[in-house]
């Protein structure tokens, strides 16, 4: 147990966590490696930001433990814990110029005057600000402000960086661009970094590792991909990217498996288990042709009604009417090919390894 | 883990006990002194409400209550009269006068009424400038001035802009789609303004209503200069300077004062509570606007420029009584000379000297304590801290005369230690004073200043590694620095002019701040030229303190919108 603690960046043991009444963070464990890039990823009031700032000392005090690089900090103060955090909107100071807002942290860890200004320097010249070493904050744009949040945090040198909704505030475009630079950095600085965020895109592009919270429970941990491919459960199915998801049961004979779905219709799959109370598979794994057409034994058939049609350039997504389920099917489209209407019978065939059995 | 916790509340705690017993001390302590003194028998000690019953047989007493009851209601009155056609005329008309009237609302702010209630008595009395010009002019004159009347003739032209502003934010939060719809329902004209208009405006009036009468029936120095003694705060002064401290006469009026204050403030909060009527909606913005034809334009002009005059009278007939010669029976002065300055430059500068060693000194402990019990309010999770914004707004509804009789009761028998004498007639005293009766101003500045302070930014700073001590120093004293500033000039420029407390508790002459000056040159003839010199200087501190404390706010306005960006986006 000590060994890895020793080589993991944070360790979250039984976390707890109240807001008077409401209990928010409920027996959160986490382990996140040192030098990782980790996301916390879930809806609103999920407990992702609240447990981001339980690490940074802020909000009710938790009970459990929280380990950097294996010292207990969650007795300390804020300001004795050396875990940088950037802040949603910021939290620039208005009444210092960027130099003293990035100098800060230096000034109050009592670094002397000549190693202060080459570290502020340095840390400018990182986020490429530093001709505006003199401005107010109130004269940067948002984009600018945040790569001064950023240089005044990493300054520091913290042990771990914690990022709470960081590109939250800024336009599309510069969303993109600014979570390229972050993880660039990241990069470069080897820093253990946790990115607070509700939006899975940002956490998958710029992510190692990933956890999704939900009603302050931990729903599971991994790489984007293998969350993506493989959700532990249907929030995280749902949660990340679209989902079918059709509920029933797991038949099982000696010679196949068959889940037979609650209207009573029979999806024939290549593995599962017998407890399984759902199966879950996504709109780009099943293909829609008319009906009638021969299937082979990758695939599952199902006969369906098209029940509406959504143009969505590069996909075309249907909603089909399978026996009372709506089944969503993506089919990526070319010029010239013909296109199902509102009402015409078609054949659904879902690549059967793409197929998830779930227990609830 | 608690005891990290109370580590870091031990210095905000120690901080929020010392003010609790510096309110206690020299506010709760005192008046409940005066209270429970009304409400003893005075040879026994036992309680009794004998001394209210003898209050109310005395004819003197019962004429006093009536005629302070009269002079605030009747102030009141005369002052919605003036107020309502100028908050009209700026909400319902496209009308070129309106930055007049803004101006209206400011002017007599800056000057107290005792100040100017001699020079009033020179232009309006019956032997005043106005009415020797009706009188050779028309044949006749009007009593403005005559007992009670210059009573409420001074104290409404000085208190209207309560009810002014008040009614004018009232009228202008009502949105136009209100008064659309309900003539889309069918209603208008007097009915639109019976039934909408009238009602949305109604809680702004009564508040300042209810200010204004208490204001009027608190004060004490208006009523002395004018010498009219059958008031109640008079009579309080009265009693006690002639009879002594252990009258109990006194107090039994400082408590019927206390009272009334309880109700009025009551009253004004009742009148705003869950009628919040900011209606005003997104792209819309007050009441429909319509232009004025021209006579009706000369005619409003007319109305603006007539209160102008009203108001700025004081000012002006201040200013004339300090540069005439002699004043008497005469539209204006005999002629005109700087020698009253001279005298006040060569034998009352200790007048000014103190004031603005008191005023400064008061100022500065009221907003080193407003920004401390605004951080402990506002900023911890201390048990009790709400008791403490409680306590010291709590001034706002003691008058200066229960202060007064307050603190000589409770501190005449406390010896200072070196100096050997007693608190209560040592010039520390009048600070003190000052400081709890201007407290409520710099808190509330404070408290405006600390809640627009994002706790975040305070958040960023402790997690760079700033102590909740360095993090007060470095970021929210100097983000609070725009509402501190603003609170010590307010609270300077009112502590400067403060009579009602200060009047009982100055023990000798070299100890008299400015306001005492002012009442003791005017209590005779020959003393209101230097009488008048000193509170034209009076009027330049208040008047260069409001426009300072003005300027300030409008700066640090500014400077937050530019930051207030960041922080909406959240």
């Known amino acids: 147990m000590t060994n890895a603690h020793e080589t993991a960046g944070v360790v979250i043991e039984d976390l707890n966590l109240s807001f008077g009444e409401t209990h928010v963070l409920k027996g959160v464990d986490l382990s996140i490696k040192q030098g ?36 207990d900090i969650a007795d300390l103060p804020p300001w004795e814990r050396d875990v940088g955090m950037v802040f949603q909107s910021y939290a620039l100071w208005p009444h210092m110029t960027v130099r003293k807002n990035v100098s800060f942290g230096l000034e109050e860890r009592k670094v002397s005057k000549a190693q202060i200004n080459e570290r502020v320097e340095k840390a400018l010249d990182m986020v490429g600000l530093m001709d505006l070493a003199d401005r107010r904050p109130s004269q940067l744009s948002g984009g600018q402000q945040q790569r001064i949040a ?89 949660f990340l990217g679209t989902a079918n998801i059709i509920k029933g049961s797991v038949i099982t004979d000696e010679s196949s498996l068959v889940f037979r ?5 029979d999806i024939p799959l290549n593995q599962g288990y017998s407890h399984g109370r759902s199966i879950v598979f996504r709109p780009q794994n099943v293909d829609v042709c008319a009906a009638g057409t021969g299937v082979g034994e990758a695939h599952s058939k199902l006969n369906g009604k098209v029940e509406h049609m959504e143009f969505l350039g590069s996909i075309i997504r249907y909603g089909v009417d399978v026996n009372g389920d709506i089944v969503l099917v993506d089919h990526a489209h070319k010029r010239g090919e013909s296109i199902f209407q509102v009402g015409d019978s078609v054949d659904l065939l879902i690549d059967r390894e793409s197929i998830l059995v779930l227990a609830a | 883990m608690s005891l990290q916790i109370s580590s870091v509340q031990r210095g905000p705690a120690v901080v929020g006990i010392l003010i609790a017993l510096f309110l206690l001390t020299f506010l709760v302590v005192p008046v409940g002194q005066v209270i429970v003194v009304a409400f003893q028998d005075p040879s026994t000690g036992e309680a009794t409400i ?33 107020s309502m056609p100028l908050a009209y005329f700026t909400t319902r008309f496209n009308f070129g006068g309106t930055a007049l009237i803004q101006t209206l609302g400011i002017i007599p702010l800056i000057m107290p009424p005792f100040v100017g209630a001699v020079a009033m008595q020179l232009l309006f009395g019956s032997n005043g400038s106005v009415n020797l010009l009706l009188d050779e002019y028309f044949g006749f004159t009007i009593p403005f001035m005559e007992g009670l009347n210059g009573v409420i003739f001074v104290e409404s032209i000085h208190y209207f802009p309560f009810i002014l502003i008040n009614l004018s934010a009232a009228l202008s939060n009502i949105d136009r789609s209100m008064e659309e719809s309900a003539q889309n329902l069918g209603a208008n004209g007097l009915r639109l303004f019976r039934r909408i208009v009238f009602p949305l405006a109604m809680p702004g ?88 034809r021209s006579w009706e334009k000369v005619g409003c002009y007319a109305v603006v420029v007539l209160i102008l005059m009203l108001v700025l009278s004081p000012h002006f007939g201040l200013l004339l009584l300090s540069f005439g010669t002699i004043w008497s029976y005469a539209v204006l002065p005999d002629a005109f000379t700087i020698s009253h300055y001279i005298t006040v ?102 408290v405006a200043a600390i809640q627009q302070v994002s706790v975040m930014l305070e958040e960023a700073a402790e997690n760079l590694g700033a102590t909740k001590a360095r ?67 009076a009027v330049l501190f208040v008047g260069i303190g409001t426009y300072a404390s003005h300027l300030i706010i409008e700066r640090s306005n500014k400077a937050r919108e530019s930051t207030s960006i960041v922080a909406e986006e959240t």
């Open chain 1, 36 to 71: 990782e890039f980790f996301a916390f990823l879930g809806p609103s009031g999920s407990g992702k930001s609240t447990l981001l700032r339980a690490i940074a000392g802020f909000g009710p005090t938790p009970t459990g433990r929280i380990l950097i690089q294996g010292n």
């Open chain 1, 150 to 238: 950023l240089a005044r945090t990493i300054v520091i040198e913290p042990k771990v960086l914690l990022l709470d909704e960081p590109l939250s505030n800024l336009d599309a475009n510069l969303r993109i661009q600014m979570r390229r630079d972050i993880r660039e950095l990241q990069q470069k600085l080897k820093l253990t970094t946790i990115f607070v965020t509700h939006d899975q895109e940002e956490a998958n592009t710029t992510s190692d590792r990933m956890a999704v919270l939900d009603q302050g429970v931990i729903q599971q941990v991994g790489a984007p991909i293998e969350l993506y491919d493989k959700p532990a459960n249907l929030f995280v199915a749902k």
């Open chain 1, 261 to 265: 779905t609650d209207r009573g219709m």
């Open chain 2, 50 to 82: 004998i001394n209210f019953v003898d209050f109310f047989r005395n004819s003197l007493f019962r004429e006093s209550f009536f005629n302070s009851f009269y002079v605030a209601s009747m102030s009141v009155v005369i002052a919605s009269i003036i």
């Open chain 2, 205 to 292: 009036y009564v508040a300042g209503a209810a200010l204004v009468f208490i204001k009027v029936f608190d004060d004490l120095g208006t009523p002395l200069l004018l010498n009219v003694n059958t008031m109640l705060a008079p009579q309080a002064y009265l009693r006690v300077s002639s009879i002594g401290i252990s009258d109990p006469m006194g107090y039994v009026i400082s408590v019927i004062l206390v009272g009334f204050s309880l109700l009025s403030l009551w009253v004004s909060l009742r009148a705003l509570k869950g009628k919040d009527y900011a209606t005003v909606q997104k792209g819309g913005g007050g009441l429909m606007k319509r232009d004025l």
């Open chain 2, 345 to 446: 430059f060569s034998t009352a500068t200790q007048y000014i000297t103190n004031t603005l060693l008191y005023a400064g000194l008061a100022a500065l402990f009221d907003v080193i304590l407003a920004t401390a019990i605004a951080y402990v309010v506002w900023r911890t999770d201390l048990v009790g801290r709400k008791w403490l914004d409680y306590g010291a707004t709590a001034a706002l509804a003691v008058p200066g005369v229960v202060i007064g009789i307050g603190y000589l009761r409770t501190f005449h028998s406390v010896d200072v230690p070196l100096i050997d004498q007693p608190l209560a007639s040592w010039w520390v005293i009048i600070v003190i004073a000052m400081t709890i009766r201007r407290l409520p101003y710099a808190l509330r500045s404070c």
């Open chain 2, 471 to 537: 993090t007060v120093w470095r970021i929210v004293i100097p983000l609070m620095s725009g509402g501190i500033l603003a609170g010590f000039v307010t609270s300077f420029a009112t502590a400067a002019v403060e009579l009602s407390a200060t009047i009982m508790l100055v023990a000798k002459e070299t100890d008299a701040p400015l306001a005492y000056g002012i009442y003791e040159f005017m209590q005779s003839a020959a003393g209101r030229g230097p009488g008048a010199a000193l509170g034209v200087i």
